[in-house]
């Protein structure tokens, strides 16, 4: 538990949402494990996760319309849930937005954003305007959903979400429904929109690029337990195991055994601090960070200590993915298959004889 350093003048953080140590059962079988959660207003954390891992269930409990075995839900410092008292979801002051954003059809545009307001006829009208301007649909205030593409009806079904001005916004996988250019620019939108109003989001995702572009923090999810926590690039580049590399790109690995303290591997030793003599390690690292020499005369780059030992290899495949290329290589040392990634056109024909070296900073070790 973090605790708070009061200093003079200054106020405490209260986060917007916190829960604490949630916890579903079914069947016996725990699908969200222990799971907390601090956002602060303004900041969007993303729930990121593989299909299964509890994520929509973790968001449910907080809507309140799945309640948990165990644990508490705070907003703004009071309670909200636990397993005694409980606010029912219509006063939550949480504005959801799931993949089936579904509008009301026999509803017009402007009928639709009003729906959770209250408040005089001209003050609703004026909020609505207000909001679909944001969104950049004004001009379809009196349309009606069958008339608006899909992108356009997301954007509605935001402004609907946002209207009320809830102070959390819960989102399931709400770009899943889109195509990838238009997707790009609706969350970028969205983003800007909930930051104006200060809004705490929860955004749930499986797509790791989704919740490197929106997130200020993301929860790597796994097996209803939350396994790492941090900004995007803490969690991309200091990863807690080798499935959480393995989540946010293709990881090559080596398998070695320590001895004193060090592991012995085609790429030379790497160190294993603190880890007994006998025990198993996975080296793990990224495909882009596989660097490719020449052959020069049979022999490859110098050894260095930062870039290690280089190692032959044998192109097996080349490919073309548009930003950058794939080639996959196989191992001199022990016929095993690594791959790596070049930005832009890398294709060298098979057979093609390369010396790969992999620098120390981008290897990550881990016992298995
Ligand atoms: N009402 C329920 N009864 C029994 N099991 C359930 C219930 N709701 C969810 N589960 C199970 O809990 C687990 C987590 O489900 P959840 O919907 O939270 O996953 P998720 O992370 O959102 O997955 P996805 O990315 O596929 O949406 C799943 O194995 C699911 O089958
Ligand atoms: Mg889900």
Not at 226 to 240: D, E, F, K, L
Not at 295 to 317: C, E, I, Q
């Amino acid at each position: 538990m973090q605790s708070e350093i009061e200093q003079p003048g200054i106020t405490p953080a209260v986060p917007r949402l916190e829960i604490r140590n949630l916890v579903r059962r079914f069947q016996g079988r725990a699908v969200v494990d222990n799971v907390s959660l601090r956002i602060m207003p303004g900041q969007v954390t993303c729930l990121l996760g593989p299909s299964g891992c509890g994520k929509s269930t973790t968001l449910r409990m907080i809507a309140g319309v799945e309640m948990q075995d165990s644990g508490e839900i705070w907003v703004d410092g009071k309670l909200v849930c636990d397993t005694v008292f409980r606010v029912p979801p219509e006063r939550r002051e949480i504005g959801l937005m799931f993949q089936d954003f579904a509008l009301f059809p026999h509803l017009s545009v402007a009928g639709n954003v009003a729906f959770g307001l209250r408040g005089s006829k001209e003050e609703k009208r004026a909020r609505v305007a207000e909001l679909l301007d944001k969104v950049d649909l004004l001009q379809f205030i009196d349309g009606y959903p069958h008339q608006l593409s899909g992108g356009e009806q997301q954007r509605v079904a935001l402004a609907r979400a946002l209207a009320p001005r809830p102070r959390i916004m819960l989102m399931d996988e709400p770009f899943s429904g889109l195509d990838n250019r238009l997707r790009d620019g609706i969350r970028d939108e969205t983003l800007t929109l909930l930051k104006e109003e200060d809004t705490a989001v929860l955004l749930v995702t499986h797509e790791p690029d989704e919740a490197m572009r929106m997130a200020d923090e993301i929860a790597l999810m796994r097996d209803g337990r939350i396994v790492q926590q941090g900004a995007p690039y803490n969690v991309y580049t200091r990863p807690v195991d080798r499935a959480s590399v393995a989540f946010f790109s293709d990881a090559n690995v080596l398998r070695a055994t320590v001895s004193g303290a060090l592991a012995q591997t085609l790429f030379g030793q790497f160190l294993a601090p603190g880890v007994p003599d006998g025990t198993d390690v996975d080296i793990v690292f990224r495909p882009q960070h596989v660097r490719i020499d020449f052959d020069r005369a049979g022999n490859g780059p110098r050894p260095t200590p930062t870039d290690g030992v280089p190692a032959r290899a044998l192109v097996k495949r080349a490919r073309f993915m548009g930003h950058e290329s794939l080639v996959e290589f196989c191992m001199d040392f022990d016929g095993s298959v690594l791959k790596a990634t070049v930005p832009n056109v890398f294709l060298p024909a098979e057979g093609t004889v390369m010396w790969l070296t992999v620098p120390r900073s981008r290897c990550f070790v881990f016992p298995t």
